[in-house]
């Protein structure tokens, strides 16, 4: 499960890479206010929020797992304590950025 796990925290860093990405060249785009206005949201937005939405999916299956992260494999196998808690905090870091980008809308610009 631990193996999983980071595998599935991998492709989140990669989707939220690539959501930072798609709004900062956005946001160099973005000098044209009417072009702005008039194409709104443009696809590199949509696809930043698809991104974002993904990679928000998928912290509540690293939240979702987490007991499982801490109960560990074998012994043998098992990440240490430290690991364990970097997982923790990470899936808190990533909770908490879902939550705001959720209050805030971006999550599904296109709904709106």
Known sequence: ???RASLIQNIQAVLWLTAFCLVAIWASK????ANVMYSWPSVLLLLA???AMVSALLTLLTA?????????????DSWTALRKG???ATVLIYLAFSALLF???ALTPWAG
Request: net charge positive; with cysteine.
């Open 86 to 88: 970097a997982y923790a």
């Open 103 to 105: 209050i805030w809308g």
């Open 64 to 76: 979702a797992i987490l007991p499982n992260v801490w109960r560990g494999g074998r012994r043998v």
């Open 30 to 33: 973005s000098g044209d206010v």
């Open 49 to 51: 929020s698809a991104c």
């Open 1 to 3: 499960i631990q193996g």
